[in-house]
């Protein structure tokens, strides 16, 4: 399985984007697949998650209420609204495969302007 996101821009505080992950191959036997996000000179945090058997969710304390993650066949899109300068970072995907180290995908860039 293999991840490209895409939907990362420049974006002015208030305003949205949606990221989309969209996986080659099939998830089927994922356990869940979601966002991180790592800003300059930071390490990488967990934003959204979602499981691939019931389509639960789960999001950072930092980002519920703005974010949206959902999920359509093999792509995960996460909607996000609100933005403001402190969620500027990349933004990588991953997936959870049973017995496998975490995959990620090669992150899109989300600049927030004030």
């Known amino acids: 399985v293999q991840l490209q996101a895409s939907g990362g821009g420049l974006v002015k505080s208030g305003g949205s984007l949606r990221l989309s992950c969209a996986a080659s191959?099939?998830?089927?036997?994922?356990?869940?697949m979601g966002w991180f996000r790592q800003a300059p000179g930071k390490q990488r945090d967990f934003v959204a998650g979602?499981?691939?058997?019931?389509?639960s969710t789960r999001y950072a304390e930092s980002v519920k209420g703005r974010f949206t993650i959902s999920r359509v066949k093999s792509t995960v899109y996460l909607q996000m609204n609100s933005l403001n300068p402190e969620d500027t970072g990349v933004y990588y995907c991953?997936?959870?495969?049973?017995?496998?180290?975490?995959?990620w995908g090669q992150g899109t860039l989300v600049t927030v302007s004030s």
């Open positions: 191959g099939s998830i089927f036997r994922a356990d869940a």
């Open positions: 979602i499981s691939i058997g019931g389509d």
């Open positions: 991953y997936t959870d495969l049973p017995g496998s180290p975490r995959r």
